[in-house]
């Protein structure tokens, strides 16, 4: 660098950490090679060998971490319009209840108390007599993408994949908490499931979530008991787990043994402080937030992935190219689906399909075409019907990385 200035430390930082994991996380071509830590991205032959563990059940997921178990789904593999049970990824605060394991719901019950005037206990029996429900429902863990922020954030480095649309039958939340008459004073939910904590101390919860009486009672949040027609595989919550459909992951608690009703916001482990929450206002990356200047994330941000092609194609010049993939908006739905083939410079609008049903994703696709041989970046970039549109890069900092919404991108060199 004879004839310019060598970047200070806090540069040569970015451009190892942070320049990389904005490349990676943007153009998705390098996962095959790196690996998320809880420093950034470091390469494969320096990680611990989590590749080594086999999920069973499981195709085509991505080890994050191995206590509690976390995988993702890399994108190509998530192309079918619902989300195969051995696709869908995994999200766990603590340990897999031994039940869940030997698919054993002998003796389960479920408990409805707090500010409702008949408390409920009811058996997996009782439970099934509710009219049941089926819908394509969609879940999305708040921290997917987190990977690509800067400065990091701590936790498990989701890039695209930690999210799903299976297909769940249950009953809906809002007939069992008429059925144990809601008082006036009802205002949240807490849920509690079966999982250990990590500590092995039966103790303590390792996570209590809930959500406003208003999104419990919607029609399409559910009590469920089977994924994709089949009980509910042991690591989504067999026997019972609660689908709070367009909200974070999180508030979808697995192994459902528990709900309480609050005449408040709910204060369960990871529902305070900074869990699962955002800034009110825009901050500085790195910024220290006070935690009554923090909310609790509730309608998740609107996505689209691109789960066709996979990244790092080699496509033969003059034949035309099909692209497809998935887009999502909460608790709103799509209204539009453009791709870019030039960086951003002119954008074409795909084919979009409505909803299976509210909070299902929708599917899309188009036909591309390439004016000539070279490297090219297919940029997908999805809007929701209230006209908010998916940011181009990573949007603003948060200090638990959550909400990651920028466009997904795939490499394609035509030869």
């Not at 299976?166 to 069992?176: F, N, Q, S």
């Not at 103790?203 to 419990?216: E, F, M, V, W």
């Not at 509910?232 to 026997?239: D, Q």
């Not at 609107?302 to 789960?307: A, N, Q």
Request: hydrophobic share 35%; net charge positive.
């Amino acid at each position: 660098m004879s004839n310019r200035q060598k970047p200070n430390a806090s540069r040569r930082a970015f451009l190892k950490y942070g320049g990389l994991t904005a490349l990676t996380i943007a153009v998705d071509f390098s996962l095959p090679l790196l690996r998320p830590s809880y420093s950034g991205w470091m390469a494969v032959a320096n990680a611990d060998p989590l590749d080594d563990i086999s999920i069973p059940g499981k195709n085509g997921l991505r080890i994050l971490n191995n206590r509690p178990l976390n995988a993702e789904t890399l994108p190509h593999f998530l192309d079918d319009e619902i989300t195969p049970n051995d696709r869908h990824f995994v999200r766990n605060n603590g340990l897999v209840p031994s039940s869940a394991h030997e698919m054993d719901a002998k003796g389960w019950t479920l408990t409805v108390d707090g500010e409702v005037h008949n408390p409920l206990v009811l058996t997996l029996e009782q439970l099934k007599r509710f009219k049941p429900y089926t819908y394509s429902l969609q879940i999305e863990c708040g921290g997917n993408g987190r990977a690509g922020y800067d400065p990091p954030a701590k936790g498990n480095q989701w890039t695209y994949g930690a999210v799903g649309c299976a297909t769940y039958t249950g009953v809906r939340m809002g007939d069992v908490l008429r059925s144990a008459g809601l008082k006036n004073s009802a205002v949240y939910t807490g849920y509690y499931g079966n999982d250990l904590h990590l500590s092995g101390d039966p103790n303590k919860i390792p996570i209590s979530r809930g959500t406003p009486i208003s999104k419990a009672m919607d029609e399409h949040t559910l009590i469920a008991w089977e994924m994709n027609g089949r009980p509910l595989p042991t690591l989504h919550g067999f026997p019972l787990r609660v689908v709070t459909p367009g909200w974070p992951g999180s508030t979808s608690i697995k192994w459902l043994k528990h709900i309480t009703v609050r005449d408040r916001e709910h204060d369960g482990p990871k529902m305070t402080g900074y869990s699962y929450r955002v800034p009110r206002y825009p901050v500085p990356p790195g910024a220290h937030v006070p935690k009554r200047d923090m909310k609790i994330i509730e309608s998740m941000p609107v996505k689209s992935l691109i789960t066709f092609p996979k990244s790092r194609l080699n496509w033969k010049y003059g034949k035309p190219l099909q692209v497809r993939g998935h887009a999502w908006a909460g608790d709103s739905s799509v209204k539009t689906v453009h791709v870019s083939i030039d960086f951003g410079a002119n954008w074409g609008e795909t084919s979009l399909t409505p909803p299976a049903n509210p909070f299902a994703w929708q599917n899309w696709s188009t036909m591309l075409g390439f004016p000539k041989r070279g490297y090219y970046e297919i940029w997908a970039r999805a809007t929701d019907t209230a006209g908010v549109m998916q940011p181009m890069v990573v949007p603003g900092w948060n200090p638990k990385g959550y909400l990651n919404n920028a466009t997904h991108r795939v490499a394609v060199t035509v030869l």
